[in-house]
């Protein structure tokens, strides 16, 4: 099964709901070794990228992720917003003028998105930030899709190996970002934007299955 | 001329450094500033520091651009690939925040290089306030 347009939009309204609904949570756990805004900024980005796709026509499942991308850019405030803005920008660009995108398509474009991110934040694995979640998620989404799984079974297998790359950021020292001032300190926590990585892809499957 | 581009969270603490920054250059170097998000609150916006850039190209052969920590950094780099080949005019500098602003503005006011402008600036991080 694809996603088309009206379903791209739909992955992002269960995206918003969620992030909202954790917004407390990931507030939580960013006080514990960050500046305590992720759940606030994140919700408030996508509050305001929910409306936008809401009001917007759109004929490319590219259109809906670009604005999603760049009302992320603008009204984030925090790292997350150009890091998960650059992760929706490189993915709509790849997807190009396609009115679906399939299981191929959505890794192949993972895969840029996770590269902008990389090169533009300059985190490295067990650095303790939200790479932890995606460059596994992004492993076992590429080993699924090219055994031809559909794009649920593919965004499932991405969600639980994600869900094990935030658990394990837990023990590990944070090197970027706020919670790195912390040093030594920062072990213990989970990092939030590793659980924001979890949370995103696993609302954007129970989008997809609507 | 080159001119300058100081990001911070807070509108307030860029408008009043590049005031600051400008004001040292007896105001003849552009210097803007932009901080906040789209609604106002504490943070940084990609769009509006792609569209101060923009602004600052038409007035300015290049852009040294000064953020102040964190997100600020992050923003200024995803703005710049909004700029094609723009982006080339543009350095992002790693200096403190006020400090950078200030000799950065001097040195352009020399009508110095974009290198020298962001090296000068760069170099913000050595000034020593209370020793001598």
Redesign the interface.
Known sequence: MPMNVEQARKVFERVTEAIISHKEYLTELDSAIGDADHGI?MS?GFT?AQEKIKAGAYTEVGGVFKDVA?TL???????S???Y??LFMRMSMKFGTKQEVDSADFVEAFEEGLKGILA??KAQLEDKTMVDALTPALEAMKAAASNGEDLPAVLEKGIASAEEGMKRTIPLVAKK??ASYLGERSAGHQDPGATSTFLILSAMLEGLRE | MIGILVVSHSAKAAEGIAEIASQMSGGIVPVCAVGGTEEGGLGTSVPGIVEALGGLLEKAEGVVLVPDLGSAVLSARSALEFLGDDAKKVLIVDAPVLEGAMMASVEASIGSSLERVAQVAGEARLLSKLSR
């Open positions: 900024n408030r305001k760049m850019m603008g009204s984030v405030g925090g790292a917003g150009p890091l803005g650059t533009l934040g970002g706020r």
